[in-house]
Nanobody, 111 residues
Framework: QVQLVESGGGLVQPGGSLRLSCTAP????????MGWYRQAPGKQRELVAN???????YYADFVKGRFTISRDNAKNTVYLQMNSLKPEDTAVYYC?????WGQGTQVTVSS
């Protein structure tokens, strides 16, 4: 069965950085776009960034200039480099491919 696995979350102070990763099966990863979403308590899940199979990227306005999405095709892994983190970035971050979700990884930004 299809399985997406996220990792890299944790607790950081405002202004800090984290790098999230998500691994997917190769037959899916090589063809379809991959996306990062996040959901904070009491809020709807929202798109953070997306990357196509050939590297075209999209970023939500609230992360432009701070986050970078990338992919390593040899490792079937997509990354989300998060810099200049703010408390409002606190959420569970999820990886998605063609509607399949990972279990999420918690990111907490607090002093």
């Amino acid at each position: 069965q299809v399985q997406l696995v996220e990792s890299g979350g944790g607790l950081v102070q405002p202004g800090g950085s984290l790098r999230l990763s998500c691994t997917a099966p190769g037959n899916i990863f090589s063809i379809y776009p991959m996306g990062w979403y996040r959901q904070a308590p009491g809020k709807q899940r929202e798109l953070v960034a997306n990357i196509s199979n050939v590297g075209y990227t999209y970023y939500a306005d609230f992360v432009k200039g701070r986050f970078t999405i990338s992919r390593d095709n040899a490792k079937n892994t997509v990354y989300l480099q998060m810099n200049s983190l703010k408390p409002e970035d606190t959420a569970v971050y999820y990886c998605n491919c063609i509607g399949i979700w990972g279990q999420g990884t918690q990111v907490t930004v607090s002093s």
